[in-house]
């Protein structure tokens, strides 16, 4: 069974400009999180699919981000423009319905903006 | 205000000796999940262990372990056996119910650990 996958891997920016960063979740898996590390600092929580809605998006940090998830399979999240304090590395994680909410992880993408 | 803390930025530890990485976490539910996950400098999260608040006895896998605490609210992990390839972040969460339904998940900061041979 394919695990989450994420593209690009990386992604070098400057400010000002656009970035769509990508999420593949394990397939039948109902939910999907974004969540972003920036450096030395605790993983956050950006917000939570279930299938094609936002079921809660409080930790996004302002409307330069948006997320999609069409038709309730992949998710795009896009910045847009990029300020340098984006940077990061955006993972995304999928989980089915149940009581653990186990939740499994892409690689993630290293947002760089420069 | 923190709902988890990891308190040991960095971790030493020799090879073949065991390893507690200490996490405390702060909620008010009655309900809720802890997890551990490793995270390799190639940068993936790996799901380690889980714990349920009503869970009675600590939950191993393998050569890790939980030391749930209810009372003192920690939920350490144990690493029996160190091997080089444990050397990683390791990051504890909690997963909480959410008043609108579903769940939410918190990480703490991470505690790098290094094996030496």
């Not at chain 1, 039948?28 to 600092?41: A, F, I, Q, S, T």
């Not at chain 1, 409080?58 to 304090?85: D, H, I, W």
């Not at chain 1, 149940?98 to 760089?112: A, I, K, M, V």
């Not at chain 2, 209810?70 to 909480?96: H, P, T, W």
Request: charged share 20%; net charge neutral; proline share 3%.
């Amino acid at each position: 069974e394919a695990g989450v996958t994420q593209f690009p891997s990386h992604s070098v920016i400057e400010k000002g400009q656009t970035v769509t960063l990508r999420c593949d979740p394990i397939s039948g898996h109902d939910n999907l999180y974004w969540y972003r590390r920036v450096m030395g600092k605790e993983i956050k929580f950006l917000l939570h699919f279930v299938k094609e809605s936002k079921q809660d998006e409080s930790g996004m940090p302002n409307n330069r981000f948006l997320a999609e998830r069409t038709g309730g399979t992949y998710s795009t999240l896009k910045v847009q423009p990029a300020e340098l304090e984006d940077s990061g590395v955006y993972f995304c994680a999928s989980s089915q319905w149940g009581s653990r909410d186990e939740q499994y992880f892409g690689p993630g993408t290293r947002l760089t903006v420069t | 205000a923190q709902k988890i803390t990891q308190t040991q930025p960095g971790m030493f530890v020799q090879e073949k000796e065991a390893v507690t990485l200490d996490c405390t976490y702060d909620t008010s539910d009655q309900s809720y999940g802890l997890f551990w996950y490793k995270q390799p400098s190639s940068g993936e999260m790996i799901f380690l262990i889980y714990q349920g608040s009503y869970d009675e006895q600590n939950a191993t896998e393998g050569r890790y372990s939980l030391n749930f605490q209810k009372a003192r609210k920690s939920a350490n992990l144990v690493i029996s056996a160190s091997q080089l390839g444990d050397s990683a972040m390791y990051f504890c969460a909690m997963r909480e119910a959410k008043n609108t339904g579903g769940f939410k998940t918190i990480f703490g900061a991470g505690t790098r650990l290094f094996v030496k041979a």
